[in-house]
């Protein structure tokens, strides 16, 4: 075969095309992965935060006992791999926010302690925050360093002649029974991995995306422990140095990706209720969530066109199920294993693709 002949081309590298891309060439598979490097992209000002409980009614966030192992194993095999840090333990202090929801947690840690409990908190910690209805630790939690993962992956790609970077024009691709043709490039598969810009796939737009807008303040701390991740009515995640990630809103269907005013003054106006220590606002960044009606994942290959997948549909939730699912989907493409139900896109079999 020519030395442009692939067999999977991946189109996009945030998180979910990050760890696919991984997944396959660790069982040997030769890929491409074409990207542009877009900054606003959802994965690059993710928190990188995986929680296993969620919600108001503090329930386990789905499949985590499952899909939290297997990122830890993912990012931990990465980090040899690269040569650098990509995720730590960094447990969650929930700073309750009303009487209502310290009973709400004292219920759940009476019927099920899994992940929670109340240990008495530093001094300093203690200091750095008005909390007059106590605290909740969520254990274990972890903290991914998205940034540099995705950094160094591409870093990682380029050294093995598997990046192009450009923007992926669809108008290119060919489609034939056993052969993808974009450009000068060919491979026996393409899998999608686009993010937000998957709403407009026409080989996957019937999927019942939603777009979700996401913002947060790069905020600079300079006394405040970075050993934790901090939760009251906004979340403080260690970013980088003395620079806090502090976020974030949900904004259904909205498609504009620039900050808001109104975002930045309530964020601030809830951090002056709560943190006690000196601050200043660093930056302020949004991005478009790939989210979806339903919450979970789109995994699997296109009906009709069977040499063509989407891997996506994470939302809020993209670091802790990527990696999961990309091993899944990975035996499916090399084995025909089955993809869960509840992420594999022949869910939607109603849809006319």
């Known amino acids: 075969m020519h030395s442009n002949h692939y067999d999977m081309i991946i189109v996009g590298q945030g998180i979910s095309g990050t760890v696919l891309s991984s997944s396959l060439m660790l069982q040997g598979l030769k890929v491409l992965v074409i ?16 929680n296993p409980v969620t919600g108001r009614r503090i329930v386990k966030t789905w ?42 947690f004292a219920d759940r840690l009476a019927e099920d302690p ?64 056993d052969l993808i043709t974009y450009d000068n490039y060919t491979a026996h598969k393409i899998i999608f991995c686009e993010g937000a810009k998957g709403d407009n796939n026409p080989y996957f737009k019937q999927l019942p995306f939603a777009p979700n807008k996401g913002e947060a303040l790069l905020v600079k701390i300079k006394d405040l422990d970075k050993q934790f991740i901090y939760k009251k009515s906004v979340s403080i995640v260690p970013w980088k140095d003395e620079i806090f990630w502090v976020g974030s809103n949900y904004e259904w269907n909205n498609n504009n990706d620039d900050p808001s005013v109104a975002f930045k003054e309530k964020t601030i106006a809830a951090l002056n209720e709560w943190l006690q220590l000196p601050y200043e606002v660093e930056d302020h960044i949004a991005a478009i969530r790939p989210a ?39 035996a499916h493409l090399l084995h025909q294993t089955p993809i869960e139900n509840e992420a594999n896109i022949n869910r939607f079999n109603t849809l006319e693709f």
């Open 35 to 50: 990207d542009d490097g877009n900054n606003k992209a959802a994965s690059k000002i993710a928190s990188g935060v995986i």
């Open 63 to 104: 499949q985590i006992d499952t899909v939290m192992p297997a990122a830890v194993r993912m990012y931990q095999a990465l980090e040899n791999k690269l040569g650098t840090s990509i995720v730590k333990q960094c447990n969650i202090i929930n700073f309750h926010a009303s009487v209502q929801m310290q009973k709400a």
């Open 114 to 177: 899994t992940y929670l409990s109340t240990p008495p908190l530093p001094t300093n910690i203690t200091a750095a925050f008005d909390a007059p209805f106590g605290h909740t630790v969520i254990d274990p939690c972890w903290l991914i360093d998205v940034g540099n993962l995705l950094r160094h992956w591409r870093q990682y790609l380029i050294e093995k002649n598997a990046l192009l970077h450009d923007v992926f024009d669809i108008r290119k691709l060919e489609i034939n029974a």
């Open 292 to 330: 979806n009606i339903q919450r979970r994942p789109f995994v699997g290959m296109h009906p009709i066109h069977k040499n063509i997948g989407i891997f996506n549909g994470m939302g809020t939730k993209g670091c802790s199920l990527a990696p999961y699912f990309a091993e899944q989907f990975t």
